[in-house]
C-alpha cells in the first residue's frame, strides 16, 4: 500500500493568492540573493574611483550621480529583504550624513558570506550567533584603531583631515577645492560651543553657467533671484517679513458691490488705493527698509513699494523663508501691515550681486556673530553636475558635524577594515565550537572594502590585497594604517594616515553596527508570508517634499 503523503495544510488557513517561502533554500537564501543584487548596484559607486548612475524616477526625473543615499531614494525597491537594507542605509544617512554605502555593500557581502555557511550545513542561529559575537568584538577594536583626532574645530588645516576624504570620494579631483570652500562655510558659522553645530546653517545655491572654479563662499543668505522693483540695495535695514502676498485683500466670500454712477466707481477703486497707501506709510513710517514675501507682490503694492523707497524680495521657499528670519531675527507675519518693532529684523547689507548673467539677492550681517548663515554659491556646466557637487559639499559638511560630536579619526583607504579583518581572525582562532566559522567569515567580509576601492580604480586586486596583507601581518603595529593607493604610485598601498586620508570614527562605527544588525535581521527570517495585493484603485504616490524639486 503506498504511503499516503499528506499535503501541506497551510494554503487552506487563508484566503487565495497568499505567498509562502518558508526554510533555508527558499527564504533565507532568496532574501540572501536579492540584498546581494542591491549591494552589488551600488558597490560600483564606492570611493573616489566610484562609477556613476543615470536614474529616472517615476516623475522621470533624471539623476546622474555616484551618491549611494540619492540612489537608494531614488528606486523603489520592493523586495522586502531589500527594504530592510534600504532602511538601515537611509538611517545613516539621517544619523550621520556619510558612508551610506558603506552600510549596504558590507551587509551585503556578510550575507553573501552567511550563505556559504548555510551551505555547509550550518543553521542560521549558529551563524547569528557568530556575527552577534563578531560584530561585538569589531566595535571594541575600532575603538583602539583611532590614529588622529580633530584637535581644534575652528581651526582650518585640522577641519581639512576630516573633510577631505569624504569629499574626494563623491568628486575626485576637485576634494581640494571644495574641501575648502565647506570648511571656510563651517569656520563662518562655528557656534562657541562646538557641539550646537547646526548643519542647516550652511546653504548650497546653484547659479547656472561658468566653472566649479568659480564657486564661492557668501556670508549670510543668497536667494537665486533679484528684487522686483527697481530698489536694489539696503543698508543698516528694518526687514519685515510676510508669509501672505502683499495685495489688495479679496474677501473670503463672494460679494456684490451695487454702484449707481461713474463717481461712486471712482471712488470705490480710490478707497483701495488709499487702503494701500495706508499700509505702505504705516511700513515706512515704521522705518522698514526691506519687505521680503513668501507670495505674489501685486501691482499697486508694487507702486507704493518704489514710492517709498523699499526694497521687495519674493522668496517661495517657506524654508527659506524660516532661515531668513532666523538670520534678521524676524517674525513671518500672516497678515498685512507694519510689524511691531520685536516683529521687524535688522540686516546691515541687503544688496544684489551679479553672479555670471545672473543677479541674486545677498542678506548679510557684518558683525560676526549676528549671522550665522553662510551660503556656497556653486557654478557649474549643467544641473546634474551642480546638483553632484551640492551632494558632495552636503557629505563634508556632516562630517564636520560629526566632528563635533566625535573628534577621533580612522585612517582610510580601506586599512581600517584590513586591520579589522585581521583582528577577528585571531579572535576566530581562539573561539571553540562553531563560532569560529561565522567570526571567520565575517572577518573576510570586510575585505570587500579594499577590494571594491581596487576594482573601481582599474587596478589588480588580488595583488593588491596580498600585498595589504602582507603590510598588516607584520610585526608590531607598523602597517596598521596601510590601506589602498587609488592613484597607483608605486604597489598600491600607501600609509593613509601619512598621506592625509582620514575616515570619521563616527560614520565608521555606526555603519558597521548598522550593516551587521541588517544581515543578523534579514538571516533570522525563516518565512515570508505575503498577501494577494488589494485590489481597487491604487493608493496615490507619497508627494516628495515640496521644497526638495
Known amino acids: 500500500m503506498a504511503l499516503r503523503i499528506p499535503k501541506g495544510t497551510l494554503p487552506q488557513l487563508f484566503k487565495e493568492g497568499y505567498k509562502f517561502q518558508q526554510g533555508v533554500d527558499e527564504a533565507v537564501l532568496r532574501n540572501i540573493e536579492a540584498t546581494h543584487e542591491l549591494a552589488e548596484v551600488v558597490r560600483t559607486s564606492m570611493g573616489p574611483n566610484g562609477r556613476n548612475k543615470m536614474i529616472i524616477n517615476h516623475l522621470e526625473k533624471l539623476f546622474v550621480t555616484n551618491d549611494a543615499a540619492t540612489i537608494i531614494r531614488e528606486l523603489d525597491v520592493v523586495h522586502p529583504a531589500a527594504k530592510l537594507l534600504v532602511m538601515a542605509s537611509q538611517q545613516q544617512e539621517s544619523e550621520i550624513g556619510d558612508n551610506t554605502n558603506l552600510v549596504i555593500v ?51 588645516k585640522e577641519l581639512h583631515k576630516t573633510v577631505k576624504a569624504a569629499i574626494g570620494s563623491k568628486q575626485y ?29 550652511i546653504r548650497v ?88 514675501t513668501g507670495a505674489g507682490i501685486g501691482e499697486l503694492a508694487q507702486h507704493y513699494l518704489n514710492r517709498f523707497g523699499i526694497l521687495s524680495v519674493k522668496v517661495l521657499s517657506k524654508f527659506d523663508i524660516r532661515r531668513l ?24 547689507i541687503v544688496e544684489t550681486v551679479e553672479i555670471g548673467s545672473d543677479r541674486v539677492t545677498v542678506f548679510r550681517q557684518e558683525e560676526k556673530d549676528k549671522s550665522r548663515t553662510t551660503t556656497v554659491v556653486i557654478r557649474g556646466a549643467t544641473q546634474n553636475h551642480m546638483d553632484d557637487i551640492e551632494r558632495a559639499i552636503d557629505d563634508g559638511v556632516n562630517v564636520i558635524k560629526a566632528a ?17 579583518n585581521k583582528r577577528l581572525q585571531t579572535v576566530a582562532s581562539k573561539t571553540p565550537g562553531l563560532n569560529q566559522h561565522a567570526i571567520k567569515k565575517f572577518a573576510e567580509a570586510l575585505e570587500v572594502v579594499p577590494r571594491t576601492l581596487c576594482e573601481n580604480a582599474g587596478m589588480d586586486a588580488t595583488a593588491v590585497l596580498s600585498r595589504l596583507y602582507a603590510a598588516h601581518y607584520q610585526e608590531g603595529d607598523a602597517g596598521v594604517s596601510v590601506g589602498v593607493d587609488v ?63
Open 106 to 156: 558590507l551587509a551585503g557581502e556578510l550575507l553573501k558570506k552567511a550563505e556559504h555557511l548555510l551551505r555547509l550545513g550550518l543553521h542560521p542561529s549558529e551563524v547569528i550567533q557568530g556575527y552577534e559575537l563578531a560584530r561585538d568584538r569589531a566595535l571594541e577594536i575600532l575603538q583602539d584603531l583611532s590614529v588622529a583626532k580633530v584637535e581644534d574645530l575652528t581651526s582650518s
Open 173 to 201: 579631483g576637485h576634494e581640494d577645492l571644495l574641501s575648502d570652500l565647506v570648511v571656510e562655510a563651517a569656520l563662518n558659522v562655528m557656534p562657541k560651543k562646538h557641539t550646537d553645530f547646526n548643519v542647516d546653517n
Open 205 to 292: 545655491v546653484k547659479v547656472m553657467g561658468s566653472s566649479i572654479y568659480e564657486s564661492k563662499v557668501v556670508r549670510g543668505m543668497v536667494f537665486g533671484r533679484e528684487p522686483e522693483g527697481p530698489v536694489q540695495s539696503a543698508t543698516k535695514a528694518k526687514v519685515a517679513v510676510f508669509t501672505c502676498p502683499l495685495d489688495i485683500a479679496q474677501t473670503e466670500t463672494k460679494g456684490t458691490v451695487l454702484i449707481h454712477n461713474a463717481q461712486e466707481m471712482l471712488n470705490f477703486s480710490k478707497d483701495e488705493e488709499k487702503h494701500m497707501e495706508k499700509i505702505f506709510q504705516e511700513l515706512a513710517d515704521a522705518g522698514v527698509k526691506v519687505v521680503v
Open 325 to 348: 528670519c532666523r538670520v534678521v531675527g524676524a517674525t513671518a507675519l500672516a497678515r498685512l501691515g507694519a510689524p511691531m518693532a520685536e516683529e521687524m529684523g535688522y540686516c546691515d
Open 404 to 420: 563635533t560630536r566625535e573628534p577621533r579619526l580612522l585612517p582610510g583607504a580601506g586599512a581600517v577594515e584590513m586591520e579589522l
Open 487 to 549: 592613484e597607483e604610485n608605486n604597489d598600491g598601498t600607501l600609509d593613509a594616515a601619512k598621506a592625509g586620508v582620514y575616515d570619521s570614527f563616527a560614520a565608521k562605527h555606526l555603519a558597521i553596527k548598522l550593516a551587521a544588525d541588517t544581515a543578523i535581521t534579514v538571516l533570522r527570517v525563516d518565512q515570508i508570508i505575503m498577501s494577494k495585493p488589494a485590489g481597487g484603485p491604487k493608493p496615490p504616490k507619497a508627494q516628495g517634499h515640496w521644497d526638495d524639486d
